[in-house]
């Protein structure tokens, strides 16, 4: 009489009341306790299911291969085997299993970028209705002309016949749209002359003392870099964007990263936000232009990726009536966005440029625009004809960084020879900062919302006071580029000039202010 389960005879034989078999009691009762049933039957089995057997006191014998030296070598011997080809069976097993879970791994990478990708498709499409939306009140004439070139046989004739034109129709500036740029413009040139410099601005001894008080990094270290700073001062959270391809959402009072934006496969060349619908938008390198929607719970969705250039995009810039927006691009053209839509309602080429755009943006009141160039050019366009009105020469190199001063009568251009200030009353440069050496580029430059300072940023980061055309523009601070790479990229200023944010080509975002001993006191 043998274990049901070992095939040995048992030394505590005992017998279940349920099946009859016979086992042995430490085996079937250790069995019981982890499974609860039946080893040979899967029956449920418990303690009380199990009846001792009464035998005599046996000595077994001793095996007959254990009864000599060389009978145990034998033994040993097949248990080395035994042991050896069941450690063979489970290194198999091992790597079958491993096998399994990489070609598990390969099929949900695989699902995962086909997910990515239709819904890569789907924005696109979705972006592509909207404009047809739009597009199709607008462009009826041309739609009748295009149903109506047929053939004789009654065959339509092919897109490529009737030219790219059909295809890209850009409705235009609509008069309403006008009639609404010029209604912002009147309000705010009204509002600019009884403008009172705010109580709370940062008083100059105050930039005196500033110093870095943080550094945040945002970006990946695979690929360091900030080319765009801009600061949205109702909420003071600040957007970077950088050279891996994200835009990064930080709240600054708190220290946090909110949301990183990833959808553009090159550099993230421009970001500004929207004063209106918590909306983001970003230019890049990879030619396109997308429009980010913040929701409830803190993350950004794409609403529209926008494929109107043939270049790499270079500047955004948004209009004072949070409705629209423009973006310049090394194509030498320059489009005119509706943020709502995404839709497209001018492209207008310069035809006399050709290298590009570098810079652009809006005069406050919103009716002028302007662009810098790679060909050391400013340009200034009337935003309702889509004119040329003016064109400001004498830098040297591309024109990296321009900004409007909110008293609406200067212009601050940036280039490898350094600053230029513009008087647009007079149409003439009435002043020069030259702070960097002939190698070293002034990357942006920036007024400050009130028009009281400017902030420049090459090899180190200059902030002048603002005065006026005869008076000096002396230097008030001078900060060293704490990253170690030489090249400040950007610059901007927080709400009342509190702080001073500044990106380089590492990855971290630095702040520079007061410490928060001074800080308190100021308040």
């Known amino acids: 009489m043998n274990c049901s ?55 077994r014998p001793r095996p007959v291969q254990a009864a000599s030296i060389p009978g145990m070598l034998g033994m040993f011997q097949n248990e080395w085997d035994s042991l050896m080809l069941s450690n063979f069976a489970m290194e198999q097993q091992l790597h079958t299993a491993r096998q399994e879970l990489s070609h598990a791994l390969y099929q949900h990478d695989a699902a995962c970028r086909v997910i990515a990708r239709l819904k890569k498709e789907r924005d696109e499409a979705r972006s592509l209705l909207a404009q047809a939306d739009r597009q199709i009140p607008m462009s009826t004439p041309s739609a009748v002309a295009v149903n109506a070139s047929v053939h004789s046989n009654g065959t339509q004739v092919a897109d490529d016949q009737l030219g790219s034109g059909v295809r890209n129709i850009r409705p235009g500036i609509s008069p309403n749209i ?99 619908d918590n909306l983001v938008i970003t230019g890049s390198a990879d030619k396109t232009v997308r429009i980010w929607q913040g929701s409830d719970d803190g993350n950004y969705n794409c609403n529209h990726t926008l494929k109107d250039h043939t270049a790499e995009v270079q500047a955004v810039t948004v209009h004072a009536t949070n409705n629209y927006f423009v ?57 309702k004809s889509q004119t040329r009105v003016a064109k400001f020469d004498g830098h040297v190199g591309a024109v990296t960084s321009i900004s409007f001063s909110e008293n609406g009568y200067f212009l601050a251009t940036a280039a490898s020879d350094g600053v230029k200030l513009w008087d647009l009353r007079k149409l003439r440069n009435f002043r020069t900062f030259t702070p ?87 308040s």
Request: proline share 5%.
């Open 5 to 59: 389960i070992s095939g040995e005879v048992p030394e505590e034989p005992v017998v279940s009341r349920k099946s009859g078999l016979l086992f042995e009691k430490r085996l079937i009762e250790r069995h019981i306790s982890e499974y609860g049933k039946c080893p040979i039957t899967g029956e449920a089995l418990t303690a009380d299911d199990i009846v001792p057997v009464k035998t005599g006191k046996i000595v």
């Open 327 to 383: 973006t310049a691009s090394l194509d030498s053209t320059w489009c005119f966005y509706d943020i709502s839509s995404g839709l497209c309602l001018t492209q207008v080429e310069d035809t006399s440029a050709s290298q590009g755009y570098t810079s652009v943006a809006f005069h406050p009141d919103g009716l002028i625009l302007g662009a810098g160039t790679s060909e050391a050019v400013v340009k200034i366009w009337d935003v």
């Open 436 to 522: 960097y050496g002939p190698d070293t580029p002034t990357n942006s430059v920036e007024f400050d919302f009130s028009g009281s300072y400017l902030a420049a940023a090459g090899s180190d980061i200059r902030v002048f006071q603002a005065t006026s055309v005869k008076s000096e523009w002396n230097t008030i601070k001078t900060f060293p580029d704490m990253s170690g790479t030489g090249k400040a990229t950007s610059v901007k200023f927080g709400p009342d000039a509190k702080y001073i944010a500044v990106g380089s080509m590492d990855r971290n975002l630095r702040i520079f202010g007061l410490p928060g001993n001074d800080v308190e006191m100021e």
């Open 178 to 276: 006008l009639a609404e740029l010029t209604d912002c413009n009147t309000a705010l040139s009204q509002q600019r002359k009884k403008r009172q410099i705010s109580s709370t601005l940062a008083p100059i001894d105050a930039l005196e003392r500033y110093t870095q008080i943080s550094s945040h990094p945002l970006h990946k270290t695979s690929k360091p870099g900030i080319l765009s700073i801009d600061i949205h001062h109702d909420k003071d959270i600040i957007a970077t964007g950088g050279v891996d391809t994200n835009a990064v959402i930080f709240d600054q009072p708190s220290g946090q990263i909110l949301s990183t934006l990833s959808g553009h496969s090159k550099k993230v060349t421009s970001v500004k936000f929207v004063g209106r």
